[in-house]
């Protein structure tokens, strides 16, 4: 009787032991969050890494409360290669769906890195109907075809910047330029990729405009080594200004390194990503000095004084990650847009994909890239005013310390400036 | 001016790019798919040896071309040596190593904006009134270096004559004791080291990625062909033919141009003379 009362006892401790966990687990339903992206890519990679940083925070703090229940974020991924010069649309495309159909996520964030990607891909997330945080391409393509059909493509919203508000913050400091420092001929070298294109012709276009002369505007292939051809001839046109456009590192680190070797003697400004990563003076040499980019938005991997949310994002990822992001882009979108996700399922208490739409529709958050909210393309609205009512970029220039050491200081806009444009001395009359 | 000399340089570095793949086919009749990655897998192991093990450049160059090209000498023994005498199989079989070394690479996390040899000497001249950095004539000494070497090697060397003996008819080398497989596999052994020597001096000119690799594989395959797959005189002709003729297509027609030359120059070489400028292995089926 003893015996088989402890034989008893045991069997059952040991089936509350293999229940319980599953009953647990059954009760507490991860909500999944899908990211299909380019992940061999500093974008997706650094992009991936921001969205676990934003779930782990929120998974601690007892994850996302659906209704009266709190459930975690669980992150699936898949790699669609899309960022890389020779992934055909469709191959990424295929790697998205795979991801749809076999995770079954409830969302997703970061999503396509190349352009042409997420506006192929606008097809197949209404299809599916899912909710899509998009954080990495950039092309206004997007809010054109949005509104060809709003209604279809409600499940779509993009939390960072476009390349209109990039070339907007870019063509602000030309005209500083302009009027400090007297500059009025430029040469635009792009990448022959959809953002890319729309960003450098939205500053040839804006310069042509207010009274500069283009010498320049040719797009390189995206697996191109050699600059030359450019360089040679903004060398030859006595240039002041170059414009560069491009995001695959490959060729931004080539051309950054050609247009020092080369001492063309213009000042460069666009977005280079190796150019403006926090470790540009190891990779490519003091001949980043006086080269200027635009980090979109603030927070993607440079620290503001005026702006401490981007300094606690940075710093987070830095003591997780062991380095800061490599790319001086889109990061904090990433980040930020798991906590519009996990807002608006708290506000609208359910997965439904309409309703979270809805509620997403409705967001208006404080996030570390600024204040979030969609406009009716449902975009992110980005502005060059106030952080506090919009989403914010920002402008740096590579610039000497005291010490000595070059450091990537902040010069536009006013309310984020911490010190101000200057003009390399061989450029000086 | 500066179309001549970045023409110049542009043909030299696809020299480079070629010269071990070219090398390896004149010798073996082989078509080494991987030599793309190689060429980039040196690179990373360069890299590697200085940031990990706090070489300076010059140990871990040397070390990365020694290394590269053990593991050309090891593939044909692991890889080439089954499938030896069947050209589609040897094909298919060092693209596939080639694809699987890259993607290994990407794997591991060779990829992004910090990866990048420095160069050998900083700052440049004005040659002309064109400005060149030295890195760049250091690319051109090397590839000049490197065909004299060449040329010496497989006329005064032990080794080289037997190269050259297997070249010109493997079974009449192999009556007079020269031993193919060893020779086979030497020459891959020089093909990898080649790639890797020219890895060494154009890669500082930027970063690195894995994707080169395929770069790499491709502009190797169209000079050697525009200029003969196994002909040391066509591979400079294809050089500069390609080297030139983006430099010219960037700028008098546009950029984007760049990359369709040597693309175009095999559609057309392969539709007029399969065999290229200097190649000799289909000369006789042409005439007829």
Redesign the interface.
Known sequence: MRRGAMIFSGIFLLAILVVLPTSQAATVKPIVIGVPTSL???FG?DGLKAVNLAVKEINAKGGVKVGTQRRPFKVVIADTRGG???TPVHDALMAYERLITKEKPDAIVVGAFRSEVLIAGMDLVAKYKIPQLSTIAQSPGFQKKFMKDPKKYKYLFRVTTDALVDATYLNNTLDILKKKFGLKNAYF?YQ?TLWAKAFSGLMSRHCKKTGWKIVGF????A????F???L??A??SKVQLIGMVWDV??G???FA??YA????PALLIGFI??MA?P??V????PGVEYSMSIEFPVGASLPLKKLPKTGDFLSKFKKEYGALP??AAVNSSAYDAVFILANAIERTGSLNPDKLAAALEKTDYAGVSGRIRFNKQHIAVFGTKDPKKEGVCVIFQWQKDSAGKLKRVPVYPAFLAEGKIQLPPWMKK | MSLLIYGLINSVILALYTVGFSLTYGISGLANFAHGALYILSGFVAWSLMNAAGLPFAVSGILAVLITAAIGFAFYWVLILRVRGIPLAELIVTFAAGVAILELMTWKGFYGLRYSLPVFVNGGVEIAGVGIDYQRLIVLASGLVLVIGLWLFVHHTRIGLAFRAMAQNERTALSIGIESDWIGALSLAFGAALAAIAAMVVLPLGVMESTIGYDVLIYALAVAIVGGLESTLGMIAGSFLIGYGQIAAARYIGAKWMVIVPLAAIVFVLSVKPSGIFGKFKELEERV
């Open positions: 061999y890519t500093p990679r890389e010069p020779n070298i022959d040719d797009g390189y292939a697996g191109a080594t050699d030359s051809p450019a040679s001839k060398r030859e590192p490959l931004a680190g080539v390194k050609q070797a080369m001492k063309v990503p190796p990563s470790m540009a190891k990779t490519l040499g490599e790319a």
